[in-house]
């Protein structure tokens, strides 16, 4: 064991010191009945021996070694925290060209900026009986989040964000709302202060968030993709078509982010769905993994029929 600061303090169960060894410490087991533990430096010389228990203290924390029945280290690696979650979408289609399942129009940034919040609505405010807060959920240019910020709406005004480090929008969040519980109009994420530069992106009106299937993995994390839940609400099935024909054909794609001149690619199989399915949950006993740089993985959907048709997505993940 190596660490920056070399002092590694040794004790037993109650906590009283054994010894001290600098830089590298080496534990063996001796082969006799009573299991002891034989600690010793990088040249073999003994520092002490205490049977069963031994805690090896490295600054302010502790780690507990223990033996098994055999008297062989038992060690367990130590967790790294994961964030799970989720991010669900949904699509409504006319046509048979392949469309992320967002709700509302994405559309993303390349670099940070201040940004800001603004209704169609002057019932999206403080006070109204529309939504009153919108968090936003979000990295920065390089990746790093996710960071958020709430925002209390003005209605029809424009409120300017604090933070001036926003880029890749994960979702928009309605947080608090007046007695209608929802947008009365449509809030949009504008591109610059002051309600400039057009919209990033929108709360739909009767919502009270995005509705994108979406996921950004930061700089740094792995996302574990464990399951996705598809579906259709098709009631009729189209002429020539019969119940056990595709509906649509779902798929994940992914593209490191900022995308500059990367490819967005399919990182799954097509999960097809027919009339008859209306929900497909499709769990991965192995799940996708999307490591390297901060990229997006999105939910695309080919659908096979031109009838209006609403296709949701939910992609289930955590990252690590």
């Not at 006799?32 to 302010?60: E, P």
């Not at 996705?228 to 609400?233: C, P, T, Y």
């Amino acid at each position: 064991m190596s660490i920056e600061n070399p002092n590694i303090i040794l004790s037993d169960y109650n906590g009283n010191q054994v010894g001290t060894q600098s830089n590298n410490l080496f534990v063996t087991v001796s082969s006799s009945s009573n299991q002891n533990v034989v600690l010793s430096d990088y040249n073999g010389t003994k520092v002490g021996t205490q049977s069963n228990n031994l805690f090896v203290s490295i600054c302010s924390s502790s780690i507990q070694l223990k033996l098994d029945s055999l008297g062989r280290l038992v060690t367990v690696l130590q967790d790294t925290p994961k964030f799970g979650g989720f991010a669900s979408g949904l699509k409504t289609t006319t046509t048979t060209t392949i469309t992320p399942i967002n709700k509302t129009v994405y559309t993303e940034q390349n670099s940070n900026a201040q940004r800001s919040l603004v209704s169609t609505s002057a019932s999206d405010s403080s006070n109204g009986v529309g939504i009153r807060q919108v968090k936003i959920v979000y990295l920065d240019q390089d990746g790093n989040g996710q960071f958020s910020e709430t925002v209390t709406l003005n209605g029809t005004t424009p409120v300017n964000t604090v933070n001036s480090n926003i880029c890749f929008i994960e979702r928009l969040e309605a947080m608090t709302a007046g007695s209608s519980k929802v947008a009365v109009g449509t809030i949009s994420l504008k591109g610059s202060i002051n309600g400039g530069d057009g919209t990033i992106g929108s709360i739909a009106v009767g919502d009270v968030q995005t509705f994108w299937s979406h996921h950004y993995t930061p700089t740094g994390k792995i996302t574990y993709i464990t399951s996705v839940v598809i579906g259709h609400d098709g009631a009729t099935i189209p002429d020539g078509k019969n119940a056990y024909d595709t509906w649509g054909g779902f798929t994940l794609k992914s593209v490191p982010v900022p995308t500059g001149s990367f490819v967005e690619k399919q990182i799954s199989g097509t999960n097809f769905i027919d009339w008859t399915t209306h929900t497909l949950i499709r769990e991965y006993s192995t799940p996708v993994v999307i490591s390297g740089s901060a990229s997006r993985t999105t939910m695309y959907v080919l659908p096979s029929v031109t009838d209006s048709t609403d296709f949701t997505a939910t992609i289930e993940f955590y990252d690590q």
